[in-house]
């Protein structure tokens, strides 16, 4: 009994959750030859921090960083002389969790040992993004309203503060996916615009 109870308690301690790597918070490289030319990237930092209203909240940065990282690889070109301003704002959350997981712990605990989610995150949230030209003109707007789920497991799913990180990460990165296509779509006209 003594070498199972020994053989249980290493195989929990083995096993895990799943991690978060570098390709979840970063968006995929694109080629693309219809890009924007030159454009100052501002994100709304207080729309961000309003939905993602924890105190110092990595998920601000993750957002941050997926818009950044999207505009400089996907939407812009690399050299030449800035001709306008992109933004992003974000304009809603909506975030679902397990209400049970959270009434009742204990009876919830014993379930994720053998690979039976303990939770989940459904997230909600509106991308919106914004070209303005040199004067502060408006001449695109973009918005995206995206949802994911994400859920609390061991051995295929995350832990919580993971989960949530995730979620907000994989809703950022499909909404600038259908914004970048969109802008990709409408690029001579911008570019007419933007001079």
């Known amino acids: 009994m003594r070498k ?6 290493g195989l929990l301690f083995l096993s895990s959750c ?22 100052e990237i501002k994100p709304d930092y207080a729309s961000i921090r309003a939905v993602y209203n924890e105190r110092k909240d990595i998920r601000v940065a993750d957002a941050v ?3 950044t990282k999207e505009v400089r690889e996907n939407i812009m070109e690399q050299t030449g002389k800035k001709k306008g301003i992109i933004t992003m704002r974000i304009n809603f959350e909506g975030v679902t ?12 605990n014993l ?20 070209i303005l ?4 003109d408006v001449i695109r707007r973009y918005t995206e309203s ?3 789920t994400e859920y609390v497991a061991l051995y295929w799913g995350y832990a919580a503060d993971a989960a949530w990180r995730k979620v907000a990460a994989e809703n950022m990165k499909s909404a600038m996916i259908k914004i970048r296509q969109k802008i990709n779509n409408e690029a001579p006209q911008i570019r007419a615009e933007l001079k």
């Open 146 to 148: 995206v949802s994911d």
């Open 4 to 9: 199972f109870v020994a053989l249980v308690i």
């Open 65 to 67: 960083n997926i818009f």
């Open 18 to 39: 799943r991690l978060l790597s570098y390709d979840d918070l970063n968006p995929t490289i694109q080629p693309n030859n219809r890009l924007l030319p030159i454009l």
């Open 133 to 136: 030209n040199k004067r502060r």
């Open 97 to 108: 969790m397990c209400k049970l997981c959270r009434i009742s712990p204990f009876l919830f």
């Open 111 to 130: 379930p994720p040992l053998i690979g039976l989610p303990a939770n989940y995150f459904d997230q909600k949230l509106e991308i919106e993004v914004l």
